[in-house]
């Protein structure tokens, strides 16, 4: 056997991309499904991972609520535990940036993603894979955690409907921070990187109305705190929820709008960070 030949005999295999465009995109989503499912069976083998992250969310609700409900007072005299879910709803939402980042970093540092570029698989399906199975693990931590601050005393207080748009809200927000986390993921490489990176997030969560007013705070903190993201959705959480804590006209922009302001927030995230976690993908197998 000649070289070229040898050469072309070990090549791994690749995908012919179907012609038309509606074949290529019933390519992408079937495959994407496929590793969907790839990444939710993880979750029999990790049975430990599974139980932590729906524990977390409920040690959650029973500290803060318990522990900073005596000492905080919440605008209008409301109830602190029905202020502070929403904040924890949006809290846990934005935890699944790290969430990401450490399984593309895992299947990265361990060879999983060349795996996946010497099949015939669609180059976008890996990342579109990651982050949809995100918002399905989301879902079943918001599960927790609604429970667990029903049995608080939270509750909504707008009906079925705007309880829905709040949810689904916070689902939309998932999946666009999901594809931060997975571009992260691809960036960092390894497990130790992004492991590293997990307390970051803390600080973002924190700057922000989640957990109390931001009228207390210093000016400057202040005005980080209502441009956050985290408090856009804490604040539409609130509004769409009926709890306490509903945002005055005469607060930024986002606060006032916070509906609006979260959407947009999502659609610019998944905008930006769709694409680029797709190329860089693409680029690490060049």
């Not at 502070?84 to 939402?93: D, H, W």
């Not at 986390?181 to 989640?210: H, R, W």
């Amino acid at each position: 056997m000649t070289a070229p030949a040898a050469a072309r005999a070990a090549a791994p295999a690749v995908a012919a991309a179907p012609p038309s465009l509606a074949g290529r995109l019933r390519w992408n989503l079937a495959d994407g499904f496929t590793l969907i499912g790839r990444e939710l069976s993880r979750l029999r083998q990790e049975p430990g991972q599974l139980v932590a992250a729906l524990i977390f969310p409920a040690v959650m609700v029973v500290l803060f609520g318990y522990v900073f409900g005596s000492a905080i007072e919440v605008p209008g005299e409301g109830n602190y535990r029905e202020y502070l879910m929403p904040g924890l709803f949006a809290m846990v939402t934005f935890s699944s940036i790290m969430a990401v980042t450490m399984r593309v970093a895992t299947d990265a540092s361990r060879g999983v993603m060349d795996r996946f570029r010497s099949m015939p698989v669609a180059r976008s399906a890996v990342p579109f894979g990651q982050t949809g199975a995100e918002v399905l693990n989301g879902v079943l931590a918001l599960a927790i955690m609604t429970a667990a601050g029903l049995v608080v005393g939270w509750s909504a207080h707008r009906g079925v409907l705007r309880t829905a748009e709040a949810f689904l809200l916070l689902a939309l927000m998932r999946y666009a921070l999901s594809w931060v986390g997975c571009y992260l993921g691809l960036v960092v490489k390894n497990e130790q990187t992004a492991d590293q990176l997990i307390p970051l997030v803390f600080p973002v969560t924190m700057l922000s109305n989640s957990f109390v007013p931001t009228g207390g705070m210093p000016e400057a903190l202040q005005v980080v705190a209502e441009w956050n993201p985290v408090s856009a959705l804490t604040a539409a959480c609130r509004e769409l929820f009926g709890n306490p804590g509903a945002p005055a006209a005469d607060l930024a922009w986002p606060l006032a709008h916070p509906v609006t302001a979260s959407v947009l927030w999502a659609l610019a995230l998944i905008a930006v960070f769709a694409p680029l976690s797709v190329r860089t993908y693409q680029r690490r197998g060049r």
